[in-house]
């Protein structure tokens, strides 16, 4: 079966310092794993994509086929990173996202 | 340009009625998607739409759920019988070409069944 995992529903973190947001996938083949937010009142968007391999706003997130996982890090969280983050995966063309991980960045 | 766009923002309704909720594309994105997501979780998949025809409607929960895209631009996603169940903010997205291509959501729409 195909399913995201995200095992933290709140994860509060002081500005400055590392940020780990957890994510297991389930999937029999070779998926494409996503990392989405939603800034309060904002749509969701697309933060970055494992095919990339890009840092966006600081984030990274490395697909480990052998854990099954696609965490999302950040070394250093900043006050704006506060939002709400959703792992998903895509096969067969539609997207299976996770519950979602409220990240709270403290002053 | 303008992004995706769905109306009503907010629709509330009564058990047993019908709704309809709209969704409007970016211009050219020949594929759309709906999602349903309930509170506390995360977005739902129910339908997928590559042109006018529903490519994989493997998530629409059950028969009175539909969904129309009868020009390949506009689609509305129809309910009937409404449930309380039923409520939850529904979204919209679409994306350039195939499957593949990154989707862009709409703000959604909250339907609220009273």
């Known amino acids: 079966a195909q399913r995201v995992t995200q095992p933290e529903k709140l994860l509060s973190v002081f500005k400055g310092a590392p940020v780990e947001l957890k994510c297991n996938y389930s999937?029999?083949?070779?998926?494409?794993l996503f990392w989405y937010v939603q800034y309060s009142r904002q749509r969701l968007q697309l933060l970055l994509r494992?095919?990339s391999r890009e840092s966006i706003k600081g984030f990274t997130a490395d697909l480990n086929k052998g854990e099954t996982s696609f965490h999302l890090k950040k070394p250093f969280a900043q006050e704006e990173d506060s939002a709400m983050y959703y792992c998903a995966l895509r096969g067969n063309d539609k997207i299976i996202f996770g519950k979602g991980t409220r990240l709270h960045i403290l002053p | 340009g303008a992004g995706v766009s769905q109306t009503p923002s907010n629709k509330v309704t009564e058990k047993g009625k019908y709704v309809e909720l709209r969704c409007d594309p970016i211009s050219g994105h020949t594929a759309l998607y709906w999602y349903r997501q309930s509170l506390g979780q995360g977005p739902e998949f129910l339908i997928y739409f590559q042109g006018t025809g529903a490519a994989d409607d493997s998530g629409l929960p059950n028969d009175r759920f539909f969904a129309v895209r009868p020009e390949g631009s506009v689609s509305t996603l129809k309910i009937q019988r409404t449930e309380r169940g039923d409520s939850a903010v529904y979204l919209c997205?679409?994306?350039?070409?195939?499957?593949?291509?990154?989707?862009?959501f709409g703000p959604g729409t909250r339907l609220t069944v009273t």
């Open positions: 999937y029999s083949g070779s998926p494409e």
């Open positions: 997205a679409s994306s350039e070409g195939g499957g593949s291509g990154e989707q862009y």
């Open positions: 494992h095919i």
